[in-house]
């Protein structure tokens, strides 16, 4: 299986731009009003350290998986013993992204039909693409999905200019203070997580040259486009009620209408939407199985498809509802401790990989 540099720049950008703008702007504007475009300006820069810090650590044995090189460096035991936690990190959050895809499809669209009937359909589709091209199918479907996606989303953009108003993102600063502002960064720095999950996808690059700028150009565009669609939210309904909503992304774009004749566009948000939310599963759910698959040293990883999409869809019926999924999720303290220790712990192997690299006694 292998992917180009452009395959890995759109998967970057449909990861991200589509579910960080429906599911995490809400919790960032609720804390700092109309300053969360600066927010979310910084949730983008941390985010970019994160992914350069998952390629530097990568760049050590660029033909090896997370799982293999964390063995190298540390060795096989403790490499195995301390990689435990990101696969805790990857089941939960795969199921977190399966019940956030359906509440979603159930609140657009088909709010009379079980959400077990939508998950076990978007988890057959994911399967098929995983059993049939495993990586190299995700890739490719992100190729022919991210330009579609961006051209909605800048469409959106557009169309929804004779509604703004600009005094809304005023003032600056004053009313909110850094405090506010950082608060409102952590949810989507928490959703930048998923940029840890690269360490495992670099290593089928094609070209490992392109691995830092394909990389670092798909966080860039993600966060101006997030960034934008942050702003538009304010300046549409100001800084208080989009705290209240649940996608107020979709609601900006309900409000849309040109000259009486361009109206109902949100079915493009909708579109753009379960367009992201297939990559994204597809991608965690290959990451999951291949790396369980590496760390039981099992040659054929696609059987364990059939054992572990169970126990993910088993865990995503855990939420009662909504909330649970949405704010109950992001405000756990899991979650969060989680990708701290993933940060830490790839800070730690780059450390120790350039001093094994630079000491051939070490190795």
Do not use: H
């Amino acid at each position: 299986m292998k992917i180009s540099g452009l395959q890995l720049f759109w998967l970057i950008v449909n990861m991200i731009t589509g579910l960080g703008i429906l599911f995490t702007l809400s919790p960032a504007i609720a804390e700092a009003k109309q300053d969360a475009w600066i927010s979310i300006a910084l949730a983008g820069i941390i985010g970019l350290c994160m992914m350069i810090l998952a390629v530097k650590v990568s760049l050590l044995y660029p033909e090896q998986t997370f799982i293999q090189y964390s063995q190298t460096i540390l060795g096989k035991w403790l490499g195995k013993i301390l990689v435990v936690p990101y696969f805790m990190m990857w089941y939960s959050v795969s199921g977190i992204i399966l019940r956030n895809s359906t509440e979603f499809i159930y609140v657009a669209l088909f709010n009379e039909t079980p959400l077990t009937v939508l998950s076990i359909v978007m988890l057959i589709l994911a399967i098929y693409v995983l059993y049939t091209g495993g990586l190299e199918g995700i890739a490719r479907c992100s190729e022919l999905m991210g330009p579609f996606i961006v051209l909605m989303l800048l469409g959106t953009f557009v169309l929804s200019l004779n509604q703004l108003d600009w005094q809304q993102l005023t003032p600056v600063y004053a009313d909110s203070g850094w405090k506010s502002i950082l608060k409102g960064a952590t949810p989507l720095v928490a959703f930048y997580g998923d940029i840890i999950l690269f360490v495992m996808v670099f290593c089928f690059l094609a070209d490992f040259r392109q691995v830092l700028t394909r990389s670092m150009w798909g966080m860039v565009v993600s966060s101006i486009l997030t960034i934008i669609a942050t702003a538009m939210i304010i300046m549409t309904f100001g800084p208080t009620i989009p705290s209240r909503m649940w996608f107020p992304f979709l609601s900006m774009t309900r409000f849309i209408s040109v000259l009486g004749f361009i109206e109902n566009v949100d079915i493009f948000v909708v579109i753009i939407w379960m367009f992201s939310v297939f990559i994204k599963l597809s991608l965690y759910l290959f990451v999951t199985i291949y790396g369980t698959a590496q760390w039981l040293n099992m040659k054929d990883w696609r059987k364990l498809i059939w054992i572990i999409v169970p126990i993910i869809f088993l865990y995503s019926l855990l939420p009662k509802n909504i909330a649970e999924v949405v704010v109950g999720f992001q405000q756990s303290l899991i979650p969060r401790a989680l990708l701290i220790y993933a940060c830490v712990f790839l800070l730690l192997l780059w450390i120790v990989g350039l001093i094994r690299q630079r000491d051939p006694t070490r190795r």
